[in-house]
């Protein structure tokens, strides 16, 4: 599949769980992007990946644990999560280049549902 | 950090009418102006965006005005139709490494046949 794929698309858990949402992208970007989408609200930055280093972290609680282990591969680690945890999780990727912008694309999104 | 706003929140516009949704943005350091399109169960994906070296961009039935002063930029979408119905976002960033964005809350726009 081209573009960013991420897995799963829905996903329901307790609060006691422990579980991941996977993101690949085929673009060769450098960059790698968290986005909480919650109904009615801004898409939220959560996270920013460049060149495998996390470069940014929005006051993401430590429920919330990202993970790049390389430039095609961003992982979100989530465990005791809240109710209000529950939303849309998109990953995006682009070509960060110093001095200009690029557009970013976007995943399909991983719906969470925190029981 | 930057607080872009957004507004209306939804929009309602016969077909071949024109809709036009508005975002102001607070950080003046800000300077590239994307603006994405979602329809229902899908992801967003860029239409159009500006840059603030630039007031105004346009590619066929869309536009994108941008008042650098006042700070605040503008979608207009002309001869509306159907399949222009989803939720638009504008969003705002400074020219960094890291391509980061501040999106608006979204517009939902339905345009009625």
């Known amino acids: 599949e081209t573009g960013v794929t991420q897995t799963p698309r829905h996903l329901v858990m307790g609060m006691t769980n422990k579980k991941s949402l996977k993101c690949e992208q085929h673009?060769?970007?450098?960059?790698m992007y968290w986005y909480k989408q919650s109904a009615k609200k801004p898409l939220e930055l959560m996270f920013v990946?460049?060149?495998?280093?996390?470069?940014e972290n929005n006051s993401v609680p430590s429920r919330f644990s990202p993970e790049c282990p390389n430039s095609s591969h961003l992982f979100l680690h989530l465990h005791t999560l809240q109710p209000e945890d529950s939303a849309l999780y998109l990953c995006?990727?682009?070509?960060?280049?110093?001095?200009?912008?690029?557009?970013?694309?976007f995943g399909p999104g991983t719906r969470l549902t925190v029981l | 950090g930057e607080n872009v706003e957004q507004h209306p929140s939804t929009l309602s516009v016969q077909e071949g009418d024109s809709a036009v949704i508005k975002c102001t943005y607070s950080?003046?350091?800000?300077?590239?102006f994307p603006w994405y399109k979602q329809e229902l169960g899908k992801r967003p994906q860029l239409i159009i965006d500006?840059?603030?070296?630039?007031g105004e961009k346009k590619d066929q039935r869309i536009a994108v005005t941008l008042n650098k002063t006042a700070k605040h930029f503008s979608l207009h979408i002309t001869e509306t139709q159907p399949e222009d119905s989803a939720v638009y976002f504008c969003?705002?960033?400074?020219?960094?490494?890291?391509?980061?964005?501040?999106f608006g809350s979204g517009t939902k726009l339905n345009v009625k046949p």
């Open positions: 995006a990727s682009s070509q960060a280049t110093s001095g200009s912008y690029n557009e970013q694309f």
């Open positions: 673009l060769g970007h450098n960059a």
């Open positions: 990946y460049s060149l495998e280093e996390r470069v």
């Open positions: 950080d003046s350091a800000s300077n590239y």
């Open positions: 500006i840059r603030s070296n630039v």
């Open positions: 969003a705002g960033g400074g020219l960094e490494r890291f391509n980061k964005f501040y």
